[in-house]
């Protein structure tokens, strides 16, 4: 991709728009990510929406996806780098290493965020390293935040918000494939409960999260994920209708 994109007299530093597909799991090593990453913040200096999707086109076995290493902070926060980036999309077969002190780290210093995807229907699903408190600090930092989606642990959902504590609120949240507890009515009011603040008032009475909490599926099934996890899945996304309802 650099080789091509690097060529003399390709126009990368005119470029807002730049999505990037490699199919080739198993050969994308975290190193090439944030090589990537670094030399496309240096290069690309009016990009404002970056889309690198990491993830098979073919089939992919179990034995594949072991293989597969797991991207971490330390591999992404290039995107810091950017002068003008205000939009990312992250892809990958595996859950992205973050904490939340990480988040607060990349929220802190991109307040001029407005979307993030970061990962939130991995294909492999490993526990997450987050809980729905990784909302918080682009609430607190990112002032023209619009969308964030991220992949957590929303099974022991926390007590909401203080009342005014929140900055800023989002349109639309995305959960992907994240984990909710189990046909769990209480669960999922609580999440509900939680969600709420952290979205923008509706407009109309008659609206419910629906509007608002993304669930449904971004990225296309695989032979993997349709033998393995599409029962937990499943059982996920009828959780997450369940509090789309409340």
């Not at 670094?38 to 404002?48: D, E, F, G, V």
């Not at 307040?111 to 492999?124: A, D, E, G, M, R």
Request: charged share 20%; glycine share 2%; with cysteine.
């Amino acid at each position: 991709a650099l080789a091509f994109l690097t060529q003399p007299h390709f126009p990368l530093s005119r470029i807002h728009t730049l999505c990037l597909r490699f199919p080739f799991a198993k050969e994308v090593q975290p190193s090439d990510v944030k090589l990537l990453i670094s030399a496309l913040a240096r290069a690309c200096r009016s990009l404002s929406y970056l889309d690198l999707c990491i993830y098979p086109s073919d089939k992919f076995l179990s034995s594949d996806i072991s293989q597969v290493s797991p991207l971490r902070f330390e591999h992404i926060q290039a995107v810091l780098a950017f002068e003008s980036l205000t939009h990312l999309i992250l892809t990958h077969t595996h859950p992205i290493e973050v904490t939340k002190k990480d988040l607060i780290s990349l929220a802190s210093q991109w307040p001029h965020l407005q979307s993030l995807w970061l990962n939130p229907s991995p294909l492999y699903l490993s526990p997450p390293s987050l809980t729905l408190t990784a909302l918080e600090p682009f609430s607190q930092h990112c002032d023209s935040i619009c969308e964030l989606a991220l992949y957590m642990d929303a099974t022991s959902p926390p007590e909401p918000p203080p009342h005014g504590s929140l900055r800023f609120v989002f349109d639309s949240i995305g959960v992907g494939r994240s984990p909710i507890a189990v046909s769990s009515s209480y669960s999922c009011r609580k999440v509900a409960e939680y969600l709420l603040p952290f979205l923008q008032p509706f407009q109309d009475s008659a609206m419910g999260l629906t509007e608002h909490l993304i669930h449904k599926e971004e990225i296309q099934e695989s032979p993997y994920e349709g033998q393995e996890n599409a029962p937990r899945v499943a059982e996920y996304q009828r959780n997450w209708e369940v509090v789309e309802e409340m």
